[in-house]
């Protein structure tokens, strides 16, 4: 599963789980990072790449059969699609390692709680890669690096203090099997397994406090930049960012002063109905209109449970 990454260039969002992920993918599978979104309507790639099915997207799934991606949403209407989906080698997601789709409800009830990175920590455990290098208590910044892994998709807190405990508890046993009992992910286990709740809230807003304040000034809680790029060139801040995960994971990479092209969609929230379901399921377009990115963010009891970025002309 994992050799269509291999040496293949990436694209990652501009969050702690997207930018630990590619970081991953860089030093264990030989990934370059060309390219960052923000998750929503904007992507960077640098000007030498301009073929998005030459790359990777991590973090962010693709409607494009033929483009690889790594993610962790609901992607799957219901078991037909799921079925299509499952056999495209070029979509790699736990929901279809682990059957879960949008319907019916009682399925997605039960999606995969947490982030690509502890997706990607077991995948590479499984493949017998030895990541023996990640210091999980390694601490900079006044963050230990095994709480900035758990910050990511608000893994910690989902799955200690929430009411998806007892989801997050079998799906972190599907981890452990899936990576063959490996050591990270087991030690990540182990780990909530000794936090409490005060504890964890304490963490949460310590690492907050951090990555939205000088010299990272990061616009979300959980690490979020929407806007990495200025005049082409990757913001300083940004490079700031990206240095320290860098430098706690213990992982080297060149900053350089490479520049980036925009490309601009449009995001829309949406409540699918039966025919629009279907349209996605055959075509990947809602009203004829070509999807780029898509996931389902609520079950089908609430309004606009739908996320989707369609195409646009670019500047």
Not at 117 to 131: M, P
């Amino acid at each position: 599963m994992l050799n269509k990454l291999k040496n293949k260039p990436i694209v990652i969002n501009t969050d702690l789980d997207g930018m630990i992920s590619g970081l991953l993918l860089k030093k264990y599978l030989g990934c370059e990072i060309v390219g960052f979104s923000n998750s929503a309507e904007k992507i960077w790639l640098q000007t030498d790449f301009s073929d998005f099915k030459n790359v990777c997207f991590v973090d962010m799934f693709v409607a494009n059969p033929d483009i690889i991606c790594i993610d962790q949403h609901i992607i799957s209407v219901d078991k037909k699609h799921h079925q299509i989906l499952k056999n495209n080698p070029n979509k790699i997601n736990p929901n279809l390692l682990n059957s879960r789709f949008f319907l019916p409800d009682n399925s997605y009830y039960y999606k995969y709680p947490f982030g690509t990175v502890h997706f990607i920590i077991a995948l590479l455990e499984k493949k017998g890669f030895d990541l023996s290098g990640i210091n999980l208590l390694k601490k900079l910044h006044n963050i230990t690096l095994i709480d900035l892994i758990l910050r990511a998709d608000d893994t910690m807190k989902t799955t200690i203090d929430s009411e998806y405990v007892n989801n997050a508890t079998q799906w972190w046993n599907w981890l452990l099997n899936l990576s063959n009992n490996g050591k990270i992910i087991l030690k990540l286990k182990e780990y909530l397994n000794n936090i409490s709740v005060t504890s964890s809230k304490n963490i949460k807003n310590n690492i907050s406090e951090v990555l939205k304040n000088r010299p990272f000034f990061c616009d979300s809680s959980d690490g979020g930049i929407m806007q990495p790029i200025k005049n082409k060139l990757l913001k300083d801040n940004v490079k700031t960012y990206f240095k320290f995960i860098a430098e706690i994971m213990a992982i080297e990479i060149e900053m350089t002063n490479t520049t980036y092209k925009t490309y601009k969609g449009y995001t829309k929230r949406l409540s699918l109905t039966k025919e629009f379901r279907n349209e996605l399921t055959e075509f990947n377009t809602i009203k004829n209109k070509k999807i780029f990115s898509y996931a389902f963010v609520r079950s089908s009891k609430r309004d606009y449970n739908f996320s989707a970025t369609f195409y646009q002309k670019n500047d």
